[in-house]
């Protein structure tokens, strides 16, 4: 058996006695030798530069120490430039043994595991160890930092390293407005009714006690979250249930098997069977239903005297004393674990006076290569976090540099950035540079925007990077290979972050990824691809984009691999800090914009990686730094430029042109902006930098397509100027180049300005069969991370697409990730897009369909994964299908019509099948109160502008059990280009637990709900408050999944529908040949037994094609909306049944009314409401829900002030009291006392006639 130990953790007489070879290595060097049993006694000692090992055999020493080969029985083995010499096999008399088979590799490749070399990180700090981010403070926007986790407690400096920490979601906020000043016995009573006692050892000259509730399933991560639910279901739940589940069951089945030999059974044996049957399903029911809303923590909040401190109470005991008491983590930094259970370190912060608690968590979410996440999120970015001492290999980018935790991922969301989230991160930034300078932002989130040029919270980030001076580093997002996929951030208004993509090295390969032979460096298949949709790089340079760091303490792991841009991005992020540090120290000036031009003009530019993927390069940190301190005082350094192309405004040029374009003249704006200082609030500071502002640019551009004018004189102003793009001689596939602007006077500094261009130009098709146009490529050699691209306009009449690849080669398979997509105006890249990791082998050809809209440039791109080793030759083809109906995108069929007629016409020879199915029912809900009111100091935007809060409050009932996901459709599916910063609902049941929560997107959350009374808030923000009076009548959809869907009758001709006759099932259809079909009404027999009522809005989805391929995803949209419901009259051929329906009439009028005033007694006060009981009584003596209403009525179970109360008297008299008595006991007299013990016994009897003995 062979060991291997590093120096550092051999111990002084520590005993090695079963290994039989055993290896000591430190750093690179390592020494090798065979031993059967021995002893270590001394170590380590260092003797010019080099270790050695003193080793004593049996207590004799063995180890000897030469300059020279001497002994041919002993093995050498070199160390540096010295020779050990060991004692041979015979010196040291081994009776047996046994040496390795081959030589063991000692030298782990450490550097891959947190890759620095390749960004030159490694070479600058060993130059200039004092610029490791020491000086420089970095904002983390993220899920949050664990500050307990290893490497995050000191710099490099030994100071603190996470100096703030803050939770921007609002998920652990805890309402402590409620007061308590008496205690009793050394307690106060809080919010659950617990007995907290007080230690003596707290501190509080006020004497005021600030209460609330802690809830930390709603603070703790989903996996968080499973673990503790698992471990209390064991050990709370399971204890309990199990036994007794066992024992029903025993019992049941002994008294089966006592009775199995009679043939009747006596009263007493029936009663007892149905006892012993009703708790083996009751328990059975209580384990189906049962769900862990987890713990509930009372909360103590208080001053003493110098800082805020709170307790959270974890034993549920009262036991203040064994539960954290915390400090605000600004002042003091204490932080600690929540619970030995959950291992999640929390920390406190306290706004408005101590109204809001403020405690501080994480959401963690991990990435996944093998199913490529969409999501652009990860736990916190450890790279410029970690700073280890003793082990400087698994130091970050910058350990010097200190960290401010800003947590923009909302825990109740599933870790989901919200708007508030962001507006509230923004703000504090704000708030901070007050007092410090917040020099780097890194933000590891994003979403897909509909369109960059607008959009509140896009706006607020531009704010922070333009008037206070911040740099700030984003992921470009993990959804490639497709172009155009970059997320926003950074695809915002203006193109002033830093994008980042994902790039792995050979090293990495090797060590982080296990793989078992090293590759070409390169980006990752599922980097997201610049352009952004209006033309912008998108994508600034690229970095590493994973490394086994630290994780939170709750994973329960130390550390482990993670990748995707949300690691690439705090690579960047950490060589900014670098790099600051290094300018402060120098005492130089900078601005983001020249860090940003820096960063692009000395990047390192791979020949074998895409532009689009890697932007200007892979990041060198070492000639950024050269650039930025020598050309730090150049006239563009507090300046960036506003670029807008086209009629839209672009960022860029972004090109789809048809086939045999025309060459197009695109008019091109540019303009200065200058660097603002927040300090500054009328601007007068930058008044004689834009006076002075000059500069003479010359034009170049590598592209012989382009044409641009030479030279460009820029002053203050906005500058117009013309390029050509000529793409009638390009060939097909995407093309890049670039308009770069050099100072004239100083062109070694690099581009002042860079206009991306990017051409998509297409191919045509080819007619593999009269009317089959499509795209064939035969034995074409993949390579690991090869990525083949076909740009193709859709025909006009086809709707979905198919793309078919196989290989020969029976001995190797490979892993693909496919990608299709089509642009739409001012739709999001994950509007029409289909994307999916495949195995191509020779046994089946691999066929994967995707939807595709006519007439709009289609991107299919084929790229072998990168880690997928080996070559591979594939044949693959892309065919088109069709089958086009004429109502576009949605059909709309009002159930009043009885029959929809719908035209389809075939793109090829096709198989129609239609099918159209009724899924969801969309009622619209009105708020039935709204409410307008300004915000608290942490959301007012400096210096004083105030963001208000509209609360619109949506009731519903829903008489059965069903799905439920709310659409705020006015709003929804926006979040960075919305012009509103919020949009969250909490819905309550009648109980007012918190059911569910849900923001921008709601496809992603949806509720399983009982029937009964429910009650949905939505909020929206804004600091307008015009704005918010006009959404106070805002409409939503509440979307319920119907418990079966509704199918629409298809016929194939108008004849055959109105007679209900023979169905239209499947006809073989030619090309161009239009098929007329007629949908017909959804029976009313249907639509009753649904609970659907008139007006109410249905939805589902119909197919057309027979091909399976095609109905997977060639599918439209549904909506049916529900008519009048039928009358049908009885017979009234006799006056006896005219008077009898008048009579019941007259009936139904007097309930109707007895209801309507019943209803109406709670909403009464005084002597109205005495007048309107007292009708009641005299009209209906027998009716008690006229008592009980009153009741209600003068005894609200929601007012506070009647609820009692451990030490405050009740607001009443006892005249009322005796009022209540008396009502009650009326109430109680008129129930049938037998009858309703009757009901109960009877509730689960499984009779045939239960409901008339019931009766």
């Known amino acids: 058996m062979t060991q291997v130990f590093p120096f550092v953790e051999l111990k002084k007489e520590r005993e090695y006695s079963k290994a039989q070879h055993i290896v000591f290595y430190k750093e690179l060097k390592c020494i090798r030798f065979t031993y059967n049993e021995f002893k270590v006694f001394s170590f380590e000692f260092i003797l010019k530069g080099f270790h050695f090992v003193e080793q004593r055999y049996n207590e004799n020493p063995q180890f000897i120490q030469k300059n020279l080969w001497s002994d041919e029985r002993s093995q050498s083995f070199r160390c540096a430039s010295r020779k050990i010499i060991l004692p041979s096999l015979e010196t040291l008399n081994f009776k047996s043994i046994k040496m390795a088979d081959g030589p063991i590799d000692c030298e782990f490749p450490v550097w891959g595991l947190l890759p620095k070399k390749e960004t030159g990180v490694v070479s600058f700090l060993s130059k200039s160890p004092e610029y490791d981010g020491r000086n420089t403070i970095i904002a983390i926007f993220d899920s949050g930092v664990d500050p307990a986790a290893a490497g995050l407690s000191v710099t490099s400096t030994g100071e603190t390293k996470v100096i703030e920490r803050y ?412 790099l600051i540090s290094g300018l402060k120290a120098k005492d130089l000036p900078y601005s983001p914009y020249s860090v940003k031009r820096a960063l692009e003009n000395s990047a390192t530019y791979l020949n074998h990686v895409e532009p689009w993927a890697q932007g200007c390069g892979l990041l060198n940190v070492e000639k950024a730094f050269e650039l930025l301190t020598t050309y730090h005082d150049q006239p563009d350094r507090d300046v960036t430029f506003s670029i807008q192309c086209g009629t839209t405004n672009a960022k860029g040029i972004l090109l789809r042109p048809k086939l045999n374009d025309i060459p197009r003249d695109i008019g091109i704006s540019v303009e200065p902006q200058f660097l603002q200082d927040h300090q500054d609030l009328g601007n007068t500071s930058i008044i004689p930098k834009q006076i002075e502002f000059g500069m003479r640019l010359t034009l170049t551009c590598n592209a012989a397509w382009v044409s641009i004018p030479n030279y460009l004189d820029m002053m203050n102003t906005n500058r117009p100027i013309s390029v050509q793009v000529d793409t009638t001689a390009l060939p097909p ?29 297409p191919e045509p098709l080819q007619l593999s069969s009269p009317g089959c146009p499509s795209i064939t490529a035969d034995k074409v050699l993949f390579k690991p991370s090869t990525i083949k691209r076909h740009l193709i306009i859709v025909p006009l009449e086809a709707t979905w697409g198919v793309l078919k690849i196989i290989t020969e080669d029976k001995e190797k398979f490979g892993r693909f990730l496919i990608h299709t997509m089509q642009i739409l105006p001012r739709r999001s890249c994950r509007s029409h897009e289909n994307q999916k990791l495949v195995t191509v082998n020779s046994e089946a050809p691999t066929l994967l369909p995707f939807r595709v809209m006519g007439g709009i440039t289609l991107e299919v791109v084929l790229a072998k994964y990168w880690a997928n080793i080996g070559d591979l030759v594939v044949d693959y083809s892309i065919e088109f299908h069709g089958i086009k109906p004429d109502f576009g995108t949605r059909m709309t069929f009002h159930g009043a019509e009885g029959l929809h007629a719908v035209n389809v016409i075939p793109f090829r020879m096709e198989e129609v099948q239609p099918s159209a199915q009724i899924k969801y029912n969309e009622p619209v809900l009105r708020p039935s109160e709204s409410k307008i009111s300004p915000l608290s100091k942490r959301d007012v935007i400096p210096p004083s502008r105030q963001i208000y809060q509209l609360v619109n409050t949506y009731n519903f009932h829903l008489a059965k059990g069903t799905e439920v996901s709310p659409i705020v459709a006015l709003l929804c599916d926006m979040l960075y280009e919305s012009e509103f910063e919020s949009q969250m609902w909490m819905l309550f049941n009648s109980c007012k637990q918190l059911m569910a929560v849900g923001d921008a997107y709601p496809s992603k959350y949806s509720v399983k709900l009982e029937k009964g009374d429910y009650v949905l808030r939505l909020n929206i923000r804004h600091e307008q408050r015009t704005a918010l009076e006009r959404m106070q009548e805002l409409p939503i959809l509440l979307q319920q999944k119907l418990p079966q869907p509704l199918t629409l009758d298809v016929y194939g001709s108008q004849s055959q529908a109105l007679i209900s006759g023979k169905k239209f099932n499947n006809l073989s259809v030619a090309s161009g040949i239009m098929l007329p079909l007629y949908f017909a009404a959804v029976p009313y027999d249907k639509i009753s037994r649904s609970n659907l009522t008139l007006g109410q809005l249905l939805t589902g989805t119909v197919t057309f094609a027979k091909d399976e391929l095609g109905r997977k995803v060639d599918y439209y949209d549904v909506q049916y909306v529900v008519p009048e419901p039928p009358k049908r009259s009885t017979s009234n051929s006799n006056s006896s049944q005219k008077d009898k329906e008048k009579g019941k009439s007259h009936e139904d009028y007097m309930e109707a009314l007895k209801d309507f005033k019943t209803g109406w007694l709670s909403k009464l006060e005084g002597d109205k409401l005495e007048q309107v009981y007292e009708e009641l009584v005299a009209a209906f003596p027998g009716h008690f829900g006229v008592h009980i209403a009153y009741l209600h009525s003068i005894d609200s179970p929601t007012d506070y002030k009647k609820l009692p109360h451990a030490n405050q008297p009740p607001g009443v008299t006892t005249a009322w009291c005796e009022q209540q008595i008396t009502i009650s006991e009326t109430v109680i007299k008129q129930i049938d006392q037998e009858r309703l013990l009757a009901y109960l016994g009877m509730k689960n009897d499984t009779r045939t006639d239960a409901n008339k003995i019931k009766q």
């Open 167 to 578: 939770d921007c979601s609002g998920s652990g906020d805890v309402d402590t407005s409620t007061v308590v000043s008496k205690l009793v016995d050394g307690c106060i009573t809080g919010i659950t009714g617990r007995k907290l006692t007080i230690p003596e050892s707290w501190r509080n000259p006020s004497g005021e006690w600030r209460i609330g509730v802690l809830y930390p399933f709603g603070l703790y991560p989903t996996k968080l979250k499973d673990r503790v639910q698992e471990y209390r279901s064991e050990h709370h739940w399971d204890v309990g249930h199990k036994p007794a589940y066992a024992q029903a069951s025993k019992e049941l089945q002994d008294f089966e098997s006592e009775i199995a030999s009679s043939t009747t059974l006596t009263t007493e044996q029936k009663y007892l069977k149905e006892e012993l049957e009703a708790r083996v399903e009751s328990l059975q029911a209580a384990e189906k239903k049962y769900n862990d809303a987890g713990p509930t923590y009372d909360c103590v909040l208080f001053h003493d005297g110098t800082v805020w401190r709170a307790c959270i109470d974890t034993s549920e005991c009262g036991d203040l004393k064994s539960g954290p008491l915390l400090g605000e983590y600004s002042v003091t930094h204490e932080h600690a674990h929540l619970t030995p259970l959950d291992e999640m370190t929390v920390s406190i912060n306290v706004h408005n006076d101590g109204c809001i608690l403020e405690v501080v968590g994480m959401c963690y979410v991990g990435t996944r290569v093998e199913m490529i996440l969409l999501r652009m999120v990860l736990t916190w970015p450890p790279l410029l976090l970690d700073i280890f001492l003793k082990n400087p290999d698994k130091n970050g980018v910058a350990p010097g540099a200190k960290i401010v935790s800003l947590s923009i991922g909302d825990s109740r969301l599933g870790s989901m950035e919200t708007g508030t989230a962001l507006v509230r991160a923004c703000i504090k930034i704000m708030e901070l540079s007050k007092k410090m300078k917040i020099d780097v932002i890194n933000m590891s989130y994003g979403e897909h925007a509909h369109w960059s040029n607008a959009g509140r919270v896009g706006d607020i980030i531009c704010e922070v990077v333009n008037r206070y001076g911040v740099c700030w580093v984003v992921s470009a997002g993990n959804h490639g290979p497709a172009l155009c996929t970059v997320g926003a951030p950074p695809d915002i208004a203006q193109p002033i972050l830093i994008g980042v993509g994902a790039y792995v090295s050979p090293e990495m390969m090797s060590a982080a990824y296990s793989m078992r032979t090293k590759l070409t460096g390169g980006a990752f298949s599922w980097s997201s691809r610049g352009p952004a949709a209006d033309g912008a790089a998108g994508v600034s340079v690229c970095a590493p984009g994973g490394a086994v760091a630290s994780v939170a303490r709750f994973t329960l792991r130390n550390s482990q691999l993670m990748n995707g841009t949300s690691m690439a991005a705090p690579h960047v992020a950490g060589a900014i800090g670098a």
């Open 733 to 761: 596939g995407p093309h890049f180049t670039s308009i770069c602007a050099y100072d004239v006077v100083c062109i070694d500094k690099g581009p002042v300005l860079r206009i991306p261009i990017t051409v998509l130009q």
